[in-house]
């Protein structure tokens, strides 16, 4: 083990699994044009869906936690949470510019959150919300990073439907 893996923190670690899913994510958004923001592949999640619904994912977790209110806006979570239907109506949803400030400002709330784990906090158990998903707070921080690379497949689904290239490889 090399000295710079033992000095990286387990709450280290985590962010920057974090913040490289994250980048992931919006490397592939930052190709589609508007109008490809609302293209669903087979009954699918269109790509501001997705946005909307990695904000909500991010904000669910750091909310539970903390045990304070969403700093969503309202109906944020009726319309992003799990097993709402994305609207094919580009009116129903904010603009790309909003979208990417909620996703960056629940990640933000969320990642200030897991650098106060250390020790034991690093293993407190998950408030009911997210239990099911994550039995603990480090469990939730790489579960979050996991859940922005499922969606960037479905990003790359849709890409791939439009004839795009790849956007790494």
């Known amino acids: 083990m090399t000295t710079q893996q033992q000095t990286h923190s387990m709450s280290e670690f985590g962010i920057e699994q974090l913040q490289r899913s994250r980048n992931f994510v919006?490397?592939?958004?930052?190709?589609?044009?508007?109008?490809?923001?609302?293209?669903?592949?087979?009954?699918?999640?269109?790509?501001?869906?997705?946005?909307?619904?990695?904000?909500?994912?991010?904000?669910?977790?750091?909310?539970?936690?903390l045990n304070e209110p969403s700093g969503l806006p309202e109906g944020h979570y009726e319309r992003f949470s799990n097993g709402s239907i994305p609207s094919n109506n580009p009116a129903d949803y904010p603009g790309r510019e909003e979208m990417l400030e909620l996703m960056q400002t629940a990640r933000d709330r969320f990642i200030k959150w897991a650098q106060t784990l250390e020790e034991d906090a690093l293993w407190q158990d998950s408030p009911e919300a997210v239990a099911p998903i994550a039995e603990?707070?480090?469990?939730?921080?790489?579960?979050?990073?996991?859940?922005?690379?499922?969606?960037?497949?479905?990003?790359?689904?849709i890409r791939t439907s439009l004839g795009m290239k790849p956007v790494f490889g």
């Open 26 to 65: 919006l490397s592939q958004l930052e190709t589609f044009s508007d109008d490809q923001l609302y293209v669903r592949v087979g009954g699918g999640n269109h790509a501001l869906w997705v946005m909307g619904h990695l904000a909500f994912a991010d904000d669910l977790f750091v909310s539970a936690f």
């Open 136 to 157: 603990n707070a480090i469990t939730a921080v790489h579960a979050l990073s996991q859940h922005d690379f499922l969606h960037a497949g479905e990003l790359a689904t």
